[in-house]
């Protein structure tokens, strides 16, 4: 019989390389390691693991099992949290990971009435921008997973991924275009992308910068991208700084100090939706339902 402690070691193994590294990660022994890898491949019947010298490597049953390893303890923790509800226990754990205008703007709400509502509950929070944010959910990194994705955007594989997910919509969030303070088109009221053509531009992340290109070349121009940084406060600054210009999420605008710039409402609107995503398996985990409602609140105030 295959136990979950088994392939907890064996996806550490994997993920890092070697026993020695595996056995740092899990806080255990280099020998503990190498005596369940061993207890696996007897209940799994076939080798899993390849040394050669430093190198470790799966053999195909290892890369099979490690593949279906982390829906088993997806499905496991949903087990066990459930259970311990059942039982009465007022605790649980949640694993949060978000993109950063959220984290800044969603995430402190819902997690205040977390703790208010539940004292028991622990909710550890990560930041990354999705794709990775929703890998990190199919490997059994996380528990749900704050993401977004552009409205008529060019199809990149994100809608399909998220088809058996369970998809809490939140809110949409409108992009907003910046500007130095004394632009040309500060005081104006609404802007189209096309008047912005010739100016340079502030891109952000890749999958926001690929999406600008895309919104700007609708527009009938490809935008000159002088500067690119995932960090929206740089942004901000270099627009007041009068380096370029640059369209931002309003989560994100409202999660600086936007000093020195100028919004303008961008036409036709540039929407992205940001949905919190969850394993089915997971959603029915009364801390995972609650953090879900309270993120659902959270983005309605």
Do not use: N
């Not at 528990?143 to 369970?166: H, I, K, N, Q, S």
């Not at 490809?222 to 309003?250: C, M, N, Q, S």
Request: aromatic letters at 2%; proline letters at 6%; one cysteine or more.
């Amino acid at each position: 019989m295959i136990e979950a402690r088994h392939l907890r070691v064996l996806r550490a193994v994997a993920g890092t390389g070697s026993f020695s590294a595996a056995a740092r990660e899990l806080g255990c022994t280099q020998p503990a390691v190498s005596q369940q890898m061993k207890a696996l491949e007897q209940s799994a019947g076939t080798p899993l693991l390849v040394r050669a010298g430093r190198e470790t490597r799966l053999t195909q049953a290892g890369e099979a099992l490690v593949r279906h390893a982390a829906g088993i303890l997806a499905g496991l923790t949903a087990a066990e949290e459930e259970v311990a509800a059942i039982a009465g226990l007022r605790a649980g754990r949640v694993r949060l990971v978000s993109f950063p205008s959220g984290s800044s703007t969603l995430v402190p709400t819902a997690l205040a009435a977390m703790r208010a509502e539940h004292p028991g509950t622990r909710i550890s929070l990560v930041e990354a921008e999705p794709p990775r944010s929703v890998e990190m959910l199919r490997e059994g990194d996380c528990d749900v997973a704050l993401a977004f994705r552009y409205a008529g955007a060019a199809p990149d594989g994100t809608a399909a991924e998220w088809d058996d997910l369970v998809v809490r919509p939140l809110l949409t969030d409108r992009l907003v275009g910046l500007v130095p303070e004394g632009h040309r088109l500060a005081g104006a009221a609404r802007v189209g992308m096309a008047e912005l053509a010739e100016e340079p531009w502030i891109a952000g992340c890749p999958r926001c910068r690929r999406h600008l290109v895309e919104v700007c070349e609708a527009a009938g121009f490809t935008p000159r991208i002088d500067f690119a940084t995932d960090d929206y406060p740089a942004v901000v600054g270099l627009v007041g700084a009068g380096l370029g210009v640059a369209v931002l999420p309003e989560l994100a605008v409202e999660s600086v100090r936007a000093k020195g710039v100028a919004a303008l409402v961008l036409e036709p609107a540039v929407e992205r939706e940001v949905v919190a995503l969850t394993l089915a398996d997971l959603a029915r985990v009364p801390a995972v339902a609650a953090t879900l409602d309270q993120l659902e609140r959270a983005a309605t105030r």
